[in-house]
């Protein structure tokens, strides 16, 4: 070989090891930043252990005002409520299995052009008429539910069977399978049964969106919006699922893998709901935090004294 056709040989290859070097520096420069820019990702799930107590407290307000050929009636609710669920086991998968109580409840109800009536499980002996069933669910098993670490649903066993319970409602709010950043969303499809005019029953399909809005200081805040999925040209429809209308926010424990709360809101008017001169205006709001042992027996003993 000649040395005119060394030297370019050996140019060549050292050219092509520059080259290579030169590629190798950027992609580990890229891979440097990629994992610099990469958006952290967060495992939710629920974590129990078995003996334990959860309790939250709720505050439930509601008015639905509605006019019917001309005259208006408003209907107004206030409820405040002590749930609790006492874990029984958990598998080691995580599957938790625990038992559904609402330990105290007060409400009151105002419609127009009546007297109020309240009720107080925690002063009133014998509940007022049309609260007996209210009365009984206080303080007794309600449901036996068993849930994965993500909050499906995998059994649910009815202890109580209330004439007009709603077993459609979620009991636990899902979580995604997978680590997710912020800004990702995930779904939950279900039914809810309605009744049309000739007294058949519907089922509408429906889901719950939810997204992560951001993490804080180890705080989940997780968006959640009702969704119709069908579509509704039945206004007397359209009122029966208006309670289910719901936007807020929920509160979730990353480390301790468990709710701490939720503020969740209806404002919905629906028209011609039961004639074409019908309107139906349906005000909610709802408040729930998480309540330790501790503060609520502080609570229950000054309410006491």
Not at 152 to 159: E, F, G, S, T, Y
Not at 193 to 211: G, S, Y
Not at 223 to 246: G, K, M, T, W
């Amino acid at each position: 070989m000649s040395p005119r056709v060394q030297f370019v040989v050996l140019f060549s290859l050292v050219s092509t090891c520059g080259i290579a070097a030169v590629r190798a520096d950027e992609n580990s420069a890229n891979d440097a930043t990629t994992a610099e820019t990469a958006p952290e990702r967060y495992v939710l799930a629920y974590q129990m252990q078995a003996g334990e107590d959860l309790r939250w407290q709720t505050m439930h307000r509601a008015t639905i005002r509605t006019t019917i050929r001309g005259t208006t009636q408003t209907a107004q609710t206030s409820t405040d409520s002590f749930k609790r669920w006492h874990v029984t086991s958990v598998s080691p998968e995580g599957d938790i299995t625990f038992v559904h109580f609402v330990d105290q409840v007060k409400m009151v109800n105002k419609i127009s052009e009546r007297a109020e009536v309240c009720y107080d499980s925690a002063k009133d002996a014998q509940p007022p008429a049309g609260y007996e069933n209210v009365a009984a669910a206080v303080g007794v098993p309600l449901a036996e539910v068993q849930i994965d670490r993500h909050g499906a649903v995998l059994k649910r066993i009815q202890k109580l069977v209330q004439p007009q319970g709603n077993f459609e409602v979620p009991i636990a709010i899902p979580l995604p399978t997978e680590p997710v950043a912020v800004g990702a969303t995930w779904d939950e499809p279900h039914q809810i049964t309605v009744q049309l005019a000739d007294k058949r029953k519907k089922q509408i399909n429906v889901r719950r969106q939810f997204e992560l809005m951001k993490v804080d200081s180890g705080i989940a805040h997780i968006a959640v919006r009702f969704q119709v999925l069908d579509p509704l040209v039945d206004p007397s429809i359209e009122a029966q699922i208006i309670q289910h209308s719901s936007q807020g926010e929920v509160r979730f424990d990353i480390e301790h893998g468990r709710v701490l709360g939720q503020s969740i809101a209806v404002d919905k008017r629906v028209l011609g709901f039961s004639g074409p001169a019908s309107s139906m205006h349906y005000l909610m709001k709802l408040d729930e935090s998480a309540v330790d042992a501790s503060a609520l027996a502080r609570r229950e003993g000054e309410a006491a004294k």
